[in-house]
Structure formats: structure tokens, C-alpha cells
């Protein structure tokens, strides 16, 4: 049970850099276009 609870703990900024790369590959694949707007809200979930 422990090992399940300490596998849903995420390192503290370990969410920055999920969103950071998430983000670089969708603009490097031009899934995200340039200069389109981000919704921040939907990113956070």
C-alpha cells in the first residue's frame, strides 16, 4: 500500500517540466500553431 502512495507523489516541479515539454513537442510537431493562445485552465487539469 505504501509503494502505491508513494508512487502517486510527484517530485516538487515535476508538473513544470511535464508542461514544458508537453508544450515544446506540440509546437515543434506544429500540432500547436505559433502564436495561438494557451488556455491556461485546461493546461492546469
Avoid: C, F, N, W
Wanted: hydrophobic share 40%; no cysteine; proline share 7%.
Amino acid at each position: 500500500m505504501t509503494d502505491i502512495i508513494a508512487s502517486a507523489e510527484r517530485k516538487r516541479g515535476s508538473g513544470v517540466k511535464m508542461v514544458y515539454d508537453l508544450l515544446r513537442d506540440e509546437i515543434l510537431d506544429l500540432v500547436l500553431p505559433p502564436g495561438s493562445p494557451i488556455d491556461e485552465v485546461q493546461l492546469a487539469e
